[in-house]
């Protein structure tokens, strides 16, 4: 495909989905939910908001745990839900860290990641299907954690 075919692709999905509100999301939370001999595990909740008059399709969430600015996890999940006019939909991303990557002592933390969603419209998801456009939006969220106390020292 050349180059000035996707252009117009892409300014075409552009222009079709200018009209819907964009959704926003938030991490509410992140916390250690339990830990292993060998992990911690943390859940982030993250809160996705419609404000438009349209329902979004959430596809795929993609995200990230760094411990003092090193990346110790990734994962990639499915949203699995429709994002309704007007409402706000709860997010569970789980995250687990061997402790090896889990310093002694207070460590800063960071959550980011990228939620996609898909604009209505047939035309739109073929698109998104396609890999032609994929609308995202981001999140992230920092905080501290005492590796010493949550290994129970």
Partial sequence: MTTVRCCVIVLVAALLGGCVTRPSARVENAEV???????????????????GEIELPLRMVDYTLEI?????????????????????????????????????????????????????????EAMYDARLYRPTVGFEYEGTLDGTAIRGG
């Fill in 33 to 51: 939910t339990g830990t292993t001999d060998e992990a911690m595990m943390l859940a982030c909740t993250i809160i996705a908001s419609n404000s």
């Fill in 68 to 124: 003092d600015g090193r990346r110790v996890f990734r994962g990639r999940r499915s949203a699995e839900a429709t994002l309704s006019s007007q409402s706000d939909h709860r997010i569970e991303l789980p995250l687990s860290v061997p402790w090896a990557d889990v310093p002694e002592g207070e460590v800063e933390f960071r959550v980011r990641g990228r939620l996609g969603y898909t604009l209505p419209g047939i035309f739109l």
